[in-house]
């Protein structure tokens, strides 16, 4: 059984001809570059006052007295942590993962080593690089104009991690004067955030995010979904139906709490070096260049 257990029926897509492994060119990896930087544009825009975080997208940009509102709203809220929502139904939508490698069903997969990601039409994967230590430190999930950001780590046998990061997330973020909301989710309680980013204009905009965290077995999976999708249910759908078809490959070796699980290139397993890092930082997002188009 998965880390949700249930009887489905089980959905699967073929994957498409024009999905590839090989890395992309220069002109490809200028027009990554110039799609991250034209998200960030857009989802810049502030939401307005009393509107869920996933509405911020296509909003006036903010000047500097609403960053200060907004600080200070984000600072009362975070007084204390909200309790444990109620787990929502599961929905239809899921399948019964994210799964650990030793249930997971039979299916076509990319393998990243740590990570298995299943093959889904119109999926770009961009995979995250040190460019000091060449180390692959996660993958990005791209579907119409959306981005889902996803990291294993490993995590004790005794308990799980989401609850111990999502506070230690919340506080970076209202450090950095945005705003950080807890919620019920499809997978248990998320994280709505809003981080300050300088437009280039000079002035001051907010950029949403949405934050998943889910606890399995000896593994800690995390997964920030931006874009389009933080307002298009039917997108956010896509994306949590992916989320609920990964498997992690945690492995039998020691590796301390919230260490990075290996990843390597498609079709590359990892070496037995592992990415040594300390405490989880929530926000970290490394580098990111196109391997899958």
């Given at each position: 059984?998965?880390?949700?257990?249930?009887?489905?029926?089980?959905?699967?897509?073929?994957?498409?001809?024009?999905?590839?492994?090989?890395?992309?060119?220069?002109?490809?990896?200028?027009?990554?570059?110039?799609?991250?930087?034209?998200?960030?544009?857009?989802?810049?825009?502030?939401?307005?006052?009393?509107?869920?975080?996933?509405?911020?997208?296509?909003?006036?940009?903010?000047?500097?007295?609403?960053?200060?509102?907004?600080?200070?709203?984000?600072?009362?809220?975070?007084?204390?942590?909200?309790?444990?929502?109620?787990?929502?139904?599961?929905?239809?939508?899921?399948?019964?993962?994210?799964?650990?490698?030793?249930?997971?069903?039979?299916?076509?997969?990319?393998?990243?080593?740590?990570?298995?990601?299943?093959?889904?039409?119109?999926?770009?994967?961009?995979m995250e690089v040190d460019q000091r230590t060449s180390a692959v430190t996660g993958a990005n999930l791209v579907i119409g104009g959306s981005s889902l950001q996803v990291q294993a780590f490993a995590a004790p046998k005794s308990r799980g991690l989401w609850e111990e990061v999502r506070t230690s997330l919340r506080d970076s973020v209202v450090k950095q004067g945005g705003t950080a909301e807890s919620?019920?989710?499809?997978?248990?309680?998320?994280?709505?955030?809003?981080?300050?980013?300088?437009?280039?204009?000079?002035?001051?905009?907010?950029?949403?995010?949405?934050?998943?965290?889910?606890?399995?077995?000896?593994?800690?999976?995390?997964?920030?979904?931006?874009?389009?999708?933080?307002?298009?249910?039917?997108?956010?759908?896509?994306?949590?139906?992916?989320?609920?078809?990964?498997?992690?490959?945690?492995?039998?070796?020691?590796?301390?709490?919230?260490?990075?699980?290996?990843?390597?290139?498609?079709?590359?397993?990892?070496?037995?070096?592992?990415?040594?890092?300390?405490?989880?930082?929530?926000?970290?997002?490394?580098?990111?260049?196109?391997?899958?188009?």
């Amino acid at each position: 059984m998965g880390l949700f257990s249930r009887s489905k029926k089980r959905r699967t897509e073929s994957a498409l001809d024009s999905t590839t492994t090989e890395p992309a060119d220069t002109e490809q990896a200028e027009q990554a570059e110039q799609a991250e930087q034209a998200e960030l544009t857009e989802l810049a825009e502030p939401a307005d006052d009393g509107a869920e975080a996933e509405n911020a997208e296509g909003a006036d940009a903010a000047d500097t007295s609403d960053a200060t509102r907004a600080g200070d709203s984000a600072n009362a809220a975070n007084t204390a942590e909200p309790d444990e929502a109620d787990p929502a139904p599961r929905g239809e939508h899921l399948e019964d993962g994210p799964y650990d490698v030793a249930d997971a069903p039979e299916e076509d997969r990319i393998d990243l080593g740590g990570l298995q990601v299943p093959t889904i039409d119109g999926m770009e994967l961009r995979m995250e690089v040190d460019q000091r230590t060449s180390a692959v430190t996660g993958a990005n999930l791209v579907i119409g104009g959306s981005s889902l950001q996803v990291q294993a780590f490993a995590a004790p046998k005794s308990r799980g991690l989401w609850e111990e990061v999502r506070t230690s997330l919340r506080d970076s973020v209202v450090k950095q004067g945005g705003t950080a909301e807890s919620r019920p989710g499809a997978f248990g309680t998320e994280l709505i955030t809003r981080l300050p980013v300088k437009r280039t204009d000079g002035r001051t905009g907010y950029r949403p995010a949405r934050f998943i965290g889910i606890d399995g077995r000896r593994w800690f999976l995390r997964a920030i979904l931006t874009g389009k999708a933080l307002s298009d249910k039917e997108q956010a759908k896509t994306f949590e139906t992916l989320i609920s078809r990964l498997v992690v490959v945690r492995g039998g070796e020691a590796m301390a709490p919230q260490e990075l699980i290996p990843l390597g290139l498609p079709g590359q397993r990892p070496g037995l070096s592992q990415v040594k890092a300390g405490p989880l930082d929530p926000l970290a997002r490394g580098p990111e260049i196109t391997e899958i188009g």
